[in-house]
Structure formats: C-alpha cells, structure tokens
C-alpha cells in the first residue's frame, strides 16, 4: 500500500487534471452515445423524437463513428503542431455547438452534419488527453497511470447513461443540455486550469506530419498477415457495435423494461431503455480487475478469442427474448466477453510488433475500431430493419392480412398507425406485440449479430493455425 501511495504522489497535476476532463468528456459522450442516440433518432416525431429510418439511423451512426475513430490520425498531427490546450479549447467549442445543433435540427441532413461535427470534435479530443497521461508519466508510473485513466474512461461511461435514463423521458432535449455542461466544464477546466505538457519540437510543417502519419500506415499494411488480423478484429467491432446501434431500438420495441421496475418495487420510469445499456460500464468497473488478473495467464489471442466467443453468448441473449431479465443476464456476459478481449487486441499488437515499429503498428490500432463501426451502421440498417424492426414487421402484417392503412407521415403518426392496426387486427397493444413476435420471429436478429461475432473467433483460429502456424509471437522483434 506505501508502494502505491507513493508512486500516486509522484503524478504531476497535469495528470488528475487530464483525468478530470476525460471523466466530463466521457460522462458528456456516453450519456448520449449509448443507448440514447439510436432510440432518439428511430422513435416516433410524435414523441419528440426523429422517426428517422433504421437505414437513416445506421448511416448517420455509422459514417460519423467511423470518422470519429480514423480522423486522429490527423488530429494528433494537429495537436503536436499547435499545442494540446489550443485543440482542446476547439474541441470542446465543437462539442458544445455540435450538441446544441442536434438539439434542435430535426431534418436528416442536418442531423447528419451536426453529428459528423461531433465526431470531429471527439477526434480532436481522443489523441490529446491520453497524449498527456503518456507524456507526464514515467516508466515507474506509467502502468498505474493508464490503469486509473482507463476506470476513469468505464466511471464517465456508467455516469452518463445513467443520469440520461433518469431524465431522457421527461424531454430528449435535457440529455444534450447535460452532454453541453459537461462540455462547458471541461472548456472552463482548460481555459483556467489546463497547462499544456512539454512537447518536444519538430521542424516539420503541419502538411509533412500528416504525410509522416499516412506514410506510416502504408508500412505497417503492408504486412498482410497484420492487414489480416486487422480485417477480422472489424468483423469483431462489427459485432460489438450493435450494442449501440440496434439493441436500444430492440429493447424499446419488444421488450418491457417496466417489469424489472415492478420486480424491485420501484416507479415504472425509473428503469428505462437506457438504464438497462448503462449497466455494461458498471459491470467493467466491478469486474475489470477480476477478468484481467484472469486473462493475464492466458496468451493474448487464446484471451481474445474466447472472450469475442463469449461475448457472442452475451449478444444472443440481449435480443433472443422479451424477458427483461435475459437481456441483463446477457449484457453482463457481453461485458465479460469484452473485458477479456478487447484489451487484449492491444496487448497482442504491442507484442507482434516488430521492435523498431511498435508506435507505428500501435497508431493503426483504432482502423479496425472505424471499420467496424462503419460496417455496423450498414447492418443495423436495412438487414435490422427487414429482421426485427416492429414498425416494418407489422406494415408487412397489415399486408399480409389484406388491411389497407395509409403510411405514417405527418399528418398519421405511428400511434395513428398502432391504433388503426390494433382495431384492424381486434388485438390490444400487448397482444399485438405478442402476434408480431411469433407470427415473425424478430428475435431471429441474434443470429445476425452473433453469428459475426462468432465468425470472428473461429477466423482468428484459423488465422492462428494457418497463418502463424500455431505459434503466437510473444515479441522478440519479429514479424508475424
């Protein structure tokens, strides 16, 4: 315990300052990243919300996540050039109009453009904070450093989609007022607060960094056996990603949270879609250490496969039932399948990397992360829509049974929709869900999900098998 306090107190303030704002930015995105963004953009204008597509929906998550996750390549080379604190001034300014813009468009296109101003202003951020803590930390307390970086990352991502499952239901517009002063926070913390860290200077221009880091992604790609495990681990994210993309709109739609509320003698709004997404960030908090003091024995890919192979389960089991309590069950087994492998990616890059190249193998870490959320917002698309969406499900019902009801629009909402079905068909809302479910087997979307997921592990044993021969590098400078 003396051990720890002591290198604790060696940390400069730069570094709990760092730490703070990650804390903010994390409470700020997540609170209206995870869970909440894909319900407000595909439910009904009559209830405040978007009634935007799935497609819409899964374009907008998509193409901006994927920016959000390529573009620090470039804004790294921003910061370096410039200074830590001018980016983050502009990063946070970012975020606070992008936020207030999707506060108050309504149309797609803008919607779109504002979110891909948000992901602009997050890739500005994500080089710069954990740039710092490498920067300020030595090699005695750099372990302990990232540790507490990476709690603090899982206690921002719990935080904020819990406090938006408290409020989201009274207006949507109060989550983005949140993520705005949390933004606002953290822009005063750096105006006032904020010392930029040394950084060694460079005779580079600004162009010729960019060139430097484009360059650099040549070389490390063109190593196919790393292009490949690369390609397999965004299958993996591919996967992962409907976590944020199609389960709130599942569990809205089929499931009801409600009865959890009853279970534990508490008000019916007090446990919501959302809610019940935050509990993957508190899951990690609790059992981050369990897992990894675990997963520690084993060698990085045998780590990674069985925890996307487990993580699978988790998936199946968040979209297989409309018991609530399957899916909780199943966001917990998510959670470890993503605690045992999506550290371990890095570890296993860190590791194959030959010794010269281990920054540049390093900076190509977030391509399969953009790449698997851009195939993610094309599957939580039409291929959702078509599989599990209710509103599709049961346009296809009315049909089915000969029922003309004109399409939902302005002036018809999708309530107008519901309740001229439920009279056609002589059913409740409750038997109406109940006949969707079983005359169309929404539930069959896990297999979608988990099936990728899956077909990622059984790649990944292949490629160990094949491709590496069964032998897992574990450093030495050589390449796989």
């Known amino acids: ?14 570094f ?8 903010f930015e994390r409470w700020g995105w997540y609170g209206f990243y995870n869970g909440f963004f894909a319900l407000y953009l595909t439910s009904a204008k009559e209830d405040g919300a978007l009634g935007f ?3 819409e929906k899964g374009a907008i998550m998509g193409t901006g996540s994927m920016i959000l996750y390529f573009l620090p390549v ?17 990063s946070f300014t970012a975020y606070i109009i992008s936020f207030f813009m999707l506060s108050q468009f309504e149309s797609f296109s803008l919607i779109f453009t504002a979110f891909i101003c948000l992901a602009v202003a997050g890739a500005l951020f994500k080089p710069i904070i954990s740039g710092t803590v490498a920067r300020v930390t030595t090699d005695e307390t750099s372990s302990l450093g990232f540790g507490i970086f990476y709690m603090i990352v899982n206690i921002g991502g719990f935080i904020g989609p819990f406090i938006s499952s408290l409020v989201y239901k009274h207006s949507w517009d109060n989550v983005f007022y949140i993520s705005i002063a949390t933004m606002a926070i953290n822009y005063l913390l750096v105006l006032f607060i904020y010392r930029e860290p040394s950084v060694e200077k460079t005779s580079k221009t600004f162009i010729q960094n960019i060139g430097i ?15 490949l495990f690369l390609l397999i681990i965004g299958i993996f994210w591919s996967a992962y990603n409907q976590f944020y993309y199609s389960f709130p709109v599942f569990l809205d739609q089929w499931v009801d949270v409600g009865r959890i509320a009853a279970t534990l003698n508490l008000p019916p709004d007090k446990v919501t879609t959302v809610t019940i997404t935050s509990l993957a960030s508190f899951y990690i908090i609790l059992f981050q250490l369990i897992i990894s003091s675990y997963t520690a024995k084993l060698k990085p890919l045998n780590s990674i496969m069985a925890g996307i192979s487990v993580l699978a389960i988790g998936l199946a089991m968040m979209f297989i039932s409309t018991n609530p309590w399957i899916p ?7 959670a470890i399948g993503e605690m045992a492998s999506s550290p371990k990616t890095q570890e296993y890059i860190g590791r194959i990397a030959p010794p010269d190249r281990k920054a540049l193998y390093m900076g190509t870490s977030f391509l399969p992360i953009a790449f698997g959320h851009f195939i993610a917002g094309i599957i ?10 209710k509103q599709h499900l049961l346009e296809k019902a009315v049909a089915q049974r ?7 629009s302005d002036t018809f909402t999708q309530s107008d929709y519901y309740s001229q079905a439920q009279q056609l068909f002589g059913m409740d809302s409750g038997q109406l869900n109940e006949y969707l479910w079983s005359e169309f087997h929404p539930s069959k979307v896990w297999i979608l999900f988990a099936g990728m997921a899956l077909s990622a592990s059984i790649l990944l044993y292949l490629y160990n098998r094949f491709v590496l021969n069964g032998r897992e590098i574990n450093g030495g400078g050589k390449n796989i």
């Open 213 to 227: 880091a484009f360059k650099n992604i040549g070389i490390t790609l063109i190593d196919w056996r790393y292009l």
């Open 16 to 23: 709990w300052i760092s730490n703070i704002l990650e804390l």
């Open 74 to 90: 470039i804004t790294g080379a921003i910061a370096d050039r410039v200074g830590y604190k001018k980016v983050l001034i502009l």
């Open 402 to 408: 000969g029922f003309t009801i004109q399409p939902v």
């Open 328 to 334: 909780v069950l199943g966001i917990l087994i998510f």
């Open 1 to 14: 315990m003396s051990s720890f306090i002591k290198v604790v107190k060696k940390f400069p303030r730069v």
């Open 53 to 55: 597509s799935n497609f």
């Open 380 to 389: 939580s698309g039409k291929p959702y829509e078509i599989l599990a969406d």
